[in-house]
């Protein structure tokens, strides 16, 4: 059975910084792109970052490039997202996912963990 289960969430002052991480289990990953996505109440679930495989493919949300970075370790089938900077606006339940290279859409998500950001 493959699960994903994000860790690191928490209440954190405004310009503070957090570290997600989610491990993955039941499967191999290889050649999965490995993502996070948020969602605060009232609004629909956006895609924050995303990252190949190798690593050597990257995408954010404009509105965190420079202050959140995806990173993947494949030894450990986990990825992770540092956010710095954050601000009340970040606030929202963070998910990570998994899709297969080739696939559109994601296919495996975690449970989500709560980011609370306090001005």
């Known amino acids: 059975q493959v699960q994903l289960v994000e860790s690191g969430g928490g209440l954190v002052q405004a310009g503070g910084s957090l570290r997600l991480s989610c491990a993955a289990s039941g499967r191999t990953f290889s050649n999965y792109v490995r993502a996070w996505f948020r969602q605060a109440p009232g609004k629909e679930r956006e895609f924050l970052a995303a990252?190949?495989?190798?690593?050597?493919?990257?995408s954010y949300l404009d509105s965190v490039k420079g202050r959140f970075t995806i990173s993947r370790d494949n030894a450990k089938n986990t990825v992770y997202l540092q956010m710095n900077s954050l601000k009340p606006e970040d606030t929202a339940v963070y998910y990570c996912?998994?899709?297969?290279?080739?696939?559109?859409?994601?296919?495996?998500w975690g449970q989500g963990t709560q980011v609370t950001v306090s001005s």
């Open positions: 990252i190949s495989w190798s690593g050597g493919t990257i």
């Open positions: 996912a998994a899709r297969y290279i080739s696939r559109r859409e994601y296919e495996y």
